[in-house]
């Protein structure tokens, strides 16, 4: 359910509700809600983006080939699915860019207010692909993730994007059920 055969490609924001949670358990305050708000913010749009296209939008040629053998061989006791070695790509990205991203936030914080922070973090993570060896990354282990953490973290992302559909689909109901109500003409 990846790009489609769900309401609002729910596979794929649950990659990425996923990668925000480990980001956040490995990043502690750059990615958490409260004290990266931007970073998160910025990585949750980016890496939408490096998901649907498989890198293709982001990494040159070369590669992106290598990604996506990885991502064919992916079936190891290390990543029990394809979209692992996405989650294990944004996730190094992430962490490679962070000093950037510390040092733009910080400057950002007097003269810009949140929107200018969540731009320069994604004007970084949107360059980080080109400067990252992705031959280092796939084979480093410092970049490795068990399975136990990526499906925790699915099945909590999963769980909050189902939440959000749910909600969505109530309020919806409401607004459909508040329009059909008759209107009372006015006394005059």
């Given at each position: 359910d990846f790009y489609a055969g769900s309401p609002?490609?729910?596979?794929?924001?649950?990659?990425?509700?996923?990668l925000l949670e480990l980001a956040e358990r490995r990043q502690g305050r750059v990615a958490s809600r409260d004290g990266g708000g931007a970073a998160r913010e910025a990585l949750g749009i980016i890496s939408n983006e490096w998901f649907m296209s498989?890198?293709?939008?982001?990494?040159?040629?070369?590669?992106?080939?290598?990604?996506?053998?990885?991502?064919?061989?992916?079936?190891?006791?290390?990543?029990?699915?394809?979209?692992?070695v996405n989650l294990r790509l944004a996730l190094a990205i992430f962490e490679a860019s962070q000093p950037q991203i510390t040092t733009a936030l910080r400057e950002c914080i007097d003269v810009g207010n949140e929107d200018d922070?969540?731009?320069?973090a994604y004007a970084i993570l949107k360059e980080a692909p080109k400067y990252c060896n992705i031959d280092t990354v796939l084979a480093d282990p410092l970049y490795s993730l068990t399975p136990l953490e990526v499906e925790a973290s699915r099945a909590s992302a999963r769980r909050a994007v189902i939440a959000a559909d749910e909600l969505r689909l109530r309020q919806r109901d409401n607004d459909v059920a508040a329009s059909a109500l008759p209107v009372r003409p006015t006394s005059s």
């Open positions: 609002s490609l729910r596979g794929a924001r649950t990659e990425v509700g996923a498989l890198w293709t939008c982001s990494l040159p040629l070369e590669q992106v080939t290598r990604v996506w053998d990885s991502i064919m061989d992916a079936h190891s006791e290390a990543e029990r699915y394809p979209s692992d922070k969540v731009y320069q």
